[in-house]
Structures are given as C-alpha cells and as structure tokens.
C-alpha cells in the first residue's frame, strides 16, 4: 500500500499569510494527487485534482504542486474562512489512500 | 448539479449486517466509477470501496475485504455497500463519492453507522 505523510499535522498562522502544506507519497503516485478541505460537519470539498487543477469555484488563492512522490497544496493569503482540516488523497494505485490531516487555525 | 444523498446509517450491533444506500442524480450515472469513503469519528478518512461502471470490477483494502460488497444499480442511479459481520471499528461517517471526472470530486452529506452493542 502507498502511504500517504502529512505534513504538519497542525497549523497556526494569521490572516494574510502564505501557508504551504506537505504530503509524501511512499512510492511515485506521478501526478495522481487530490487535496481536499473539510470543515466541522461538513462533507470534503475537493480543492485540487490531479496535483495541480484548481476545482471549478474553488479561489485562486488555492493551489497545488509536485510530481511523483512529493505534494505542496499552498494558500497564497490566508483567510479566515480558510480554517479547516485539510487532506491529501492518492489516486494512483488500490488502494485509495489519504493523508492523516492538517488542521488549520487561525492565530 | 451532482447530487449524491446517502441513508440507511444507524445503530447496529456487532457482528450484525447493514446495507447502506446512494441516490445519484445530475449526472449520467452508468458512465462512472463509483466510491465509498468512511471517517471515524474525529478521524482521518478511509477509502472503503470502488466499482465499475458496469459493475463487473470491484475493489476493496484489506480491512473490510470479504465483509462488505459493494454494488449498483444502474437503472435505478444507485450505489450500495452492503457491510456484513460489522465490528466497533467500522463506526465512522460514510460517505459516497464519484470516482472520476475529476477524481473524488462530487462527495454525500454522509450517513453514519455507529457499531455498538
């Protein structure tokens, strides 16, 4: 099975803010790389497809880059509606596998 | 607009079975892949399922492997997960997902199934 390391499991940064979130992949994935926000309740929402397509609606603010085993989602300015738990998802082989989480709070 | 509306989560006790349902609609539903994803309770998320468009290939991980089946009705643009010989560990949030086109986009509100005695 590919795993998928997060990185880091949590984040405080302030409104504004560049902030850049890591996952390594196990074995090369090519670009086969999904990241994801959830907030509390809610279903995940798909930010970015294929390492480095923006979803349809989604602020350019949002985007994603790497190749093979290493993946970069970055928020160019931080917002507050930002707050969230973000995941990365390989879709490269079976099984499926995500990333464990980046939890981002305001500070 | 995709809409994927998920039921028949609840209360169940170990060992018991459960068959979990999706509606699809907004889209042509017998030309994509079909997905369930689980989270457990403030937990990550877990892919649990995929099928076919015709139905004729299935995949699973090895944890629910020979306990759930997933399956479609393409006729009527519905997903299934029947879980059989449930454990506490299969408590989570499931949620339908469209596999393809883009991949994962399109995810259910969720139904939970709480495994307990």
């Known amino acids: 099975d590919i795993q998928m390391t997060q990185s880091p499991s949590f984040l405080s940064a302030s409104v504004g803010d560049r902030v850049t979130i890591n996952c390594k992949a196990s074995?090369?994935?090519?670009?086969?790389l999904n990241w994801y926000q959830q907030k509390l309740g809610e279903a995940p929402k798909l930010l970015i497809y294929n390492a480095n397509s923006l979803q349809t609606g989604i602020p350019s603010r949002f985007s994603g880059s790497g190749s093979g085993t290493d993946f970069t989602l970055t928020i160019s300015s931080l917002q507050p509606e930002d707050v969230a738990t973000y995941f990365c998802l390989q879709h490269n082989s079976w099984p499926r596998t995500f990333g464990g989480g980046t939890k981002l709070e305001l500070k | 607009e995709v809409q994927l509306v998920e039921s028949g989560g609840g209360l169940v006790q170990p060992g018991r079975s459960l068959k979990l349902s999706c509606a699809a609609s907004g889209f042509t539903f017998s030309n994509y892949y079909m997905a369930w994803v689980r989270q457990a309770p403030k937990k990550g998320l877990e892919w649990v399922a995929t099928?076919?468009?015709?139905?004729?290939?299935?995949y699973y991980p090895d944890s629910v492997k020979g306990r759930f089946t997933i399956s479609r009705d393409n006729a009527k643009s519905s997903l299934y997960l029947q879980m059989n010989s449930l454990k506490s560990e299969d408590t989570a949030t499931y949620y339908c997902?469209?596999?393809?086109?883009?991949?994962?986009?399109?995810w259910g509100q969720g139904t939970l199934v709480t495994v307990s005695s």
């Open positions: 074995q090369n994935i090519n670009r086969y």
């Open positions: 099928i076919s468009t015709s139905g004729s290939r299935t």
């Open positions: 997902a469209r596999e393809r086109d883009p991949p994962f986009a399109y």
